[in-house]
């Protein structure tokens, strides 16, 4: 289900028995705060029993309350304003310690993304940005820091890397015009996504060019133009999106690339270090 669903809810209200009108009325009127709950705080709050709101999910045609609160959280992912963001964060991390609860839910987002990531994609999204004939990278608001990594250590390894800027739209599209069959475009963004990327992975792709999505899930607007789909859970943390699995796909692409690439890679890390040693880019004093 989609945006649908608080339709549904909401045209089933005749039918629902008095305990399932108030689990209804509850997740019509708080939907961004239910999508977070477990099925017993919500039973809780609106004074039914947990079976009364487990059958509620069943009747709406769920196998159960986590696939019904999956499609919940799917639904608001894009649409909750910053501020709802912290109120639901809020609510999740509740008066525990709040580095414990953060670096256990990246740590279980990492998992995640583990067991769904579809390997045939990594591996093909590899093959093709080594066989690149250019590279373009694109990544905004908080993307920007992924799209950024990845430029920095891409460049050690090839000559035609260009990192997107999108101050304006119509740059954007400028830095594109030239890109074509034989170009991949990697390109980065999580809820709430950005028009601008999802642009110009249309752009790309009617271009010709292979597009590697790095996004949350199939249900991406970027997923339709992507070749290679690489999904990150990326559930958000306060109105900060959590980018650590991102990341680590990001770190991933970068050591499997660079292992196909070892030979020149390895020449260009030797020059490196001759220049940095000779300019005293890094410093000497041990720690």
């Not at 004074?47 to 959280?73: D, H, M, N």
Request: with cysteine.
């Amino acid at each position: 289900m989609n945006r649908d669903l608080l339709k549904t809810i909401e045209d089933g209200m005749p039918t629902f028995s008095k305990g399932q009108k108030r689990i209804a009325a509850y997740i019509l009127e708080n939907c961004e705060k239910a999508a977070y709950m477990t099925a017993s705080k919500l039973s809780g709050l609106v004074g039914v029993s947990e079976s009364t709101v487990v059958r509620f999910a069943i009747e709406l045609g769920f196998e159960g309350y986590p696939e019904f609160q999956k499609s919940l959280r799917s639904l608001l992912k894009n649409h909750l304003k910053s501020f709802q963001r912290v109120e639901v964060a809020n609510q999740l991390i509740g008066d525990g310690n709040v580095l414990d609860k953060v670096l256990l839910s990246d740590a279980d987002r990492i998992r995640r993304t583990l067991e769904q990531i579809d390997k045939d994609s990594f591996s093909e999204a590899v093959s093709k940005i080594v066989g690149a004939n250019d590279i373009y990278i694109l990544g905004v608001r908080s993307s920007s820091y992924l799209a950024g990594t990845l430029n920095y250590y891409l460049r050690m390894v090839f000559d035609s890397v260009k990192l997107l800027q999108t101050t304006s739209g119509s740059e954007l599209f400028e830095q594109l015009l030239k890109i074509k069959k034989g170009d991949v475009l990697i390109a980065i963004s999580f809820p709430r996504y950005s028009t601008r990327v999802i642009n110009a992975v249309e752009f790309a792709g009617a271009r010709g060019a292979d597009v590697v999505a790095i996004t949350d899930s199939n249900a991406s607007p970027l997923a339709p133009h992507a070749d290679q789909l690489l999904t990150a859970q990326s559930d958000m943390t306060s109105f900060v999106d959590s980018l650590v699995a991102p990341l680590s796909i990001i770190n991933a692409l970068i050591v499997a690339v660079s292992r196909e690439k070892q030979e020149e890679l390895t020449a260009r890390l030797r020059e490196l270090e001759e220049v940095w040693e000779r300019y005293d880019v890094y410093s000497k004093k041990e720690s």
